[in-house]
């Protein structure tokens, strides 16, 4: 049997990576640690419940990744490797609490390495993003290579606790292995990232808050890709390398939003520009070379099969996030959009 111990498991990513490895083996055992802030969710969680296989190698524990004592009591009793999903991620939340940031980010991973080092886990990974290498040109793509130059609060922490966890890695011989994804977007996306909260909002006839001119450009990936992707990397990957993870899917984020207004049949008045977010990046662009030549994975999924998917489970999962588009959410939401217009 496989211990794995999850962070941030009741999160997007993380919640369907749980999902996609007890589904698909019967030898793995998940502890998930969350501390269940306004983006986790153990709805995410609830099939689990209902199937017996499951259920029996499934373990939730709600803490906090900064806590030592927890990460302590939980690591002594011994996993095969820990995957760091927990983290802040919200680019205008990070422009509002960077401090929250720093300290679940920053504080958190270097709390876990800690712990790494003192159980003597066989490995880590460190669940990053394409956002520590900061803004693309018209032309190329971000490599393993390429500086790291984060332009907000959110990315600049994530490239914080990546290079935490490559001095650990050096300095204490640390079993680590980081991966940098390109935008994920799937089941179970808090509804304050552009897909998800787009969707929703054209189903609900209310307007779409398109930042700037719209044309800002990201790599899109479906999560179920990037869940295989980091299972491949827990199996073979290479300690002290990074993975770049990417779709090969660029699309600006106004393509991202007539699709979706297309494919729900709304029109496209819907659309309202407003002000550009504070540093926000023009274009990211992964090169997962790296993850096909090594390791032999590709993305399964195309943007129209991801987004068709995305919109169904969206439709018929309307309880799942109507709940969550109200009372704090719908305040923070008027804060960030209603005087930008």
Request: proline share 4%.
């Amino acid at each position: 049997m496989m211990k794995i111990l999850v962070t941030g498991g009741a999160g997007f990513i993380g919640s369907n990576y749980i999902l996609f490895m007890l589904q698909t083996y019967p030898d793995v055992q998940i502890t998930n640690v969350d501390k269940l802030t306004y983006a986790g969710n153990l709805e995410n969680l609830s099939i689990i419940e209902c199937t017996d296989t499951c259920r029996l190698r499934y373990q939730f524990i709600k803490g906090d990744i900064s806590d030592r004592a927890l990460i302590d009591n939980l690591l002594a009793q011994g996993f095969d490797a820990v995957i760091n999903f927990a983290a802040e991620s919200h680019v205008d939340r990070s422009i509002e609490e960077t401090d929250v940031f720093i300290q679940t980010n920053v504080l958190g991973t270097q709390t876990l390495l800690e712990g790494i080092k003192k159980y003597k886990i066989n490995r880590f990974i460190q669940i990053s993003t394409d956002e520590v290498y900061g803004s693309l040109g018209p032309e190329g793509k971000f490599t393993e290579e390429s500086h790291l130059k984060p332009n907000s609060p959110y990315s600049a922490s994530k490239a914080s606790a990546d290079l935490i966890c490559r001095a650990y890695c050096k300095t204490f011989k640390l079993p680590v292995i980081i991966t940098r994804c390109s935008n994920n977007y799937g089941p179970y996306q808090f509804p304050e990232k552009i897909i998800p909260l787009f969707i929703t909002n054209a189903l609900e006839n209310i307007p779409l808050p398109l930042y700037g001119d719209g044309l800002n450009i990201r790599d899109w990936i479906y999560v179920e890709d990037h869940c295989r992707a980091i299972d491949l990397v827990l199996r073979k990957g290479k300690e002290g390398e990074i993975y770049n993870i990417g779709g090969n899917c660029e699309r600006t984020n106004m393509a991202v939003t007539q699709a979706i207004l297309e494919k729900l049949d709304k029109p496209k008045t819907l659309i309202t520009f407003v002000k550009d977010r504070l540093g926000h990046d023009r274009r990211y662009a992964i090169a997962a070379d790296k993850m096909e030549k090594e390791l032999g994975w590709k993305p399964v999924h195309s943007f129209e099969t991801g987004i068709d998917k995305t919109i169904t489970w969206y439709l018929n999962n309307k309880s799942w996030w109507a709940q969550i588009k109200s009372g704090e959410y719908r305040n923070y939401y008027q804060r960030i959009y209603g005087n930008r217009s």
